[in-house]
């Protein structure tokens, strides 16, 4: 904003004469560190973000008879309408349900809107204060900012955080894998109360106690080595070519089958899902 230009017009004593454009372009990176087996802190995956935030000054309309402005400033004042109605053109197109889809946006018709695309019709979010003036003078200025202003109001964006598609992938499993260790928490404590025995880590699968309690705690924990492993090739399809853990045997004191089947599952797919990662 330090190159902003104003001048003096028969209407303004501090004119704007051009558009004004600050971009500020923020990156954030997050570490998650996490709890090995061992109790250990070592670095997890990393998230990258960024945001950029376009802060833009609009010059108004100007009518050259009311301005009274000749040579340099008339030809300014050219320069500020033309971005104007191309801008004007582009809230059209994005603004009106009847030609959204349907009709060209002339981004490319001005350097204000080429610099504004993503603020208009992309992955962004947009304020716009419309300056008017309490002048009974100014009334048709006024109205006509208050209809532009009007129609850039109707322009629907659904903004979305930008992260790195893998980091977005590895959040998702992790927090799968929470889900997953919870449940097999609560599925062990039901199955040891129904065994009559009061030590659930007897229950077996590939993940001790300790290590489901790392695994709800956002830690790292992998399934036992001992496991077997068997895979088809339509499971391998499934889960992007990682196997799934079989050969999981639970106590015959639990007489529940249902219960006993799904505990199984979910210890494969907890397995399945943390070697994924």
């Known amino acids: 904003m330090l190159r902003r230009v104003t001048g003096a017009t028969a209407m303004n004593a501090e004119s704007s004469r051009s558009h004004a454009i600050m971009t500020a372009v923020i990156e954030q990176t997050q570490t998650t560190v996490l709890d090995d087996d061992d109790g250990d802190e ?4 990393t998230t990258y973000m960024r945001s950029k935030f376009h802060f833009v000054d609009l010059a108004g309309s100007e009518r050259a ?8 400033r008339l030809a300014e004042g050219i320069m500020i ?9 582009v809230i059209s197109a994005l603004g009106d349900p009847k030609k959204v889809g349907k009709t060209h946006v002339p981004y490319r018709d001005s350097k204000l ?3 504004l695309r993503g603020s208009l019709g992309g992955n962004h979010r ?5 300056c008017v003036s309490p002048s009974s003078s100014n ?3 006024s109205i006509n900012t208050l209809r532009y202003s009007n129609r850039a109001r109707n322009i629907q964006n659904r903004a979305v955080v930008n992260v790195d598609p893998t980091t977005k992938l590895v959040g998702e499993l992790r927090g799968r894998v929470k889900d997953l260790a919870g449940e097999l928490l609560r599925m062990r404590a039901i199955v040891s109360e129904t065994s009559g025995d009061d030590d659930s880590k007897d229950v077996g699968g590939p993940f001790t106690d300790d290590a489901l309690r790392i695994l709800v705690a956002g830690g790292d924990a992998k399934p036992s080595s001992s496991v077997s492993v068997s895979l088809t090739t339509a499971e391998a399809s499934d889960c992007g070519g990682v196997p799934p853990t079989a050969g999981i045997v639970h106590p015959t004191s639990v007489t529940d089958a249902s219960l006993q089947q799904r505990l199984a599952e979910t210890d494969a ?5 943390t070697t994924s990662l």
């Open 42 to 45: 070592e670095d997890g995956e």
């Open 65 to 72: 008879k009311r301005t009274q402005a000749v040579g340099q």
């Open 113 to 115: 809107t080429r610099l």
């Open 139 to 141: 009334m048709a200025e």
């Open 269 to 273: 797919e907890l397995a399945r899902v």
């Open 126 to 130: 947009t304020l716009m204060v419309a």
């Open 81 to 89: 309408n033309q971005g104007l109605l191309v801008l004007g053109n």
